[in-house]
């Protein structure tokens, strides 16, 4: 992809010296076009800058809209956080964010995080013709909550087996109620569904008692025959 930028100073030499510190390249890797050579005028009177323009190649990022959204975002939140942007393989887009006020951005139990992500899909998806879900994550938040989480339920299916009685978890949002959905949808003696609405909707485990063997049928006596 190819860049322009911009820079005016008293000389050609000077205007150039400064986009090359800019940018952090060498002479040889831009191209230089004069927009406007120096005046010096009459007793100063009159004088003129230069003004170059400097022709840069970069590598193409395919994450450059989700990078600029993020990091205005993440400024005007008066955080600072690097990330780690990578490629599923069902096609979808992770952002890992670090950073020393990691607890600002993943707020309550993930809402503000939660929040930030749902921006992030929209503002990146709007208008575009193909949908790319872009899961933001920061600290590896989500990856602990997961696992916690699959605790949770684990643990509660074992109580609603113990006691022979449904239970019904905090509330949680929908990502949760799926993890405690997918965790227990092999777990034998127990069903979950979801009742409530938003924001109070929770998971319920229920208990289901063993199928009972079929009785074999009794053979009929030839009296019973007759």
């Known amino acids: 992809?190819?860049?322009?930028?911009?820079?005016?100073?008293?000389?050609?030499?000077?205007?150039?010296?400064?986009?090359?510190?800019?940018?952090?390249?060498?002479?040889?890797?831009?191209?230089?076009?004069?927009?406007?050579?120096?005046?010096s005028g009459f007793l100063g009177i009159g004088a003129q800058d230069a003004v170059v323009r400097v022709s840069y190649e970069v590598e193409d990022d395919p994450y450059q809209e989700i990078r600029s959204f993020l990091g205005g975002l993440l400024e005007r939140m008066g955080v600072e956080a690097e990330m780690d942007i990578q490629l599923r393989e069902n096609g979808g887009v992770t952002v890992n964010l670090s950073g020393p006020n990691m607890g600002a951005v993943i707020g309550r139990r993930g809402e503000t995080l939660d929040a930030i992500q749902h921006l992030t899909n929209y503002a990146v998806n709007r208008g575009g013709d193909k949908h790319t879900h872009i899961s933001v994550d920061a600290e590896s938040y989500r990856a602990k909550r997961e696992d916690s989480?699959?605790?949770?339920?684990?643990?509660?299916?074992a109580k609603v087996i113990k006691y022979k009685r449904s239970m019904a978890l905090e509330p949680m949002n929908s990502y949760e109620r799926h993890v405690i959905h997918t965790a227990l949808q092999n777990y034998e003696g127990v069903s979950t569904s979801s009742t409530g609405t938003e924001p109070n909707r929770?998971?319920?485990?229920?208990?289901?008692?063993p199928q009972q063997p079929e009785r074999p049928s009794k053979k009929p006596t030839s009296r019973e025959w007759a």
């Open 1 to 39: 992809m190819l860049k322009v930028i911009e820079k005016s100073a008293k000389t050609e030499e000077e205007a150039v010296a400064l986009a090359l510190e800019e940018l952090g390249l060498d002479r040889d890797e831009v191209s230089v076009e004069i927009v406007e050579r120096a005046k």
């Open 149 to 157: 989480l699959v605790r949770l339920a684990e643990k509660m299916a």
């Open 202 to 209: 929770r998971v319920v485990v229920s208990y289901e008692r």
